[in-house]
């Protein structure tokens, strides 16, 4: 089974930056070739931040973070990172980690996409 395990969360100010990592475990050579990034406050619904596919390199961003965030796989597909510049108190939240098979355009921000989760590492943004 697929261990995701995240690492790079902390407590920044506003306008700093932070790179959260991502790596995998027990994968086979398509179970991780979606892998996402997700964020969720208390009382809100988990909401996709970025994605990456394999197949062609497509990345996805939330509006939110475009042009702020960036996500990026190394090579052998275990690690995925997400470096977070200019992060403002509303990206405050647990980040987790997803992996899935398969993703798009469409599903890339959908929960049901991903059957593998991390345990999510807290990120504070003061003001």
């Known amino acids: 089974q697929i261990q995701l395990e995240e690492s790079g969360g902390g407590s920044v100010q506003a306008g700093g930056s932070l790179t959260l990592s991502c790596a995998a475990s027990r994968y086979t050579s398509s179970s991780t070739d979606c892998m996402a990034w997700f964020r969720q406050t208390p009382g809100k619904e988990r909401e996709g931040v970025a994605a990456?596919?394999?197949?062609?390199?497509?990345?996805w961003y939330a509006d939110s973070v475009k042009g702020r965030f960036t996500i990026s796989r190394d090579n052998s597909k275990s690690t995925v990172h997400l470096q977070m510049s200019g992060l403002k108190p509303e990206d405050a939240a647990v980040y987790y980690c997803?992996?899935?098979?398969?993703?798009?355009?469409?599903?890339?921000?959908?929960?049901?996409?991903?059957?593998?989760w991390g345990q999510g590492t807290q990120v504070t943004v003061s003001s």
């Open positions: 990456i596919y394999t197949g062609e390199g497509t990345t």
């Open positions: 997803a992996a899935g098979i398969f993703c798009s355009g469409v599903t890339w921000n959908r929960r049901w996409n991903f059957g593998t």
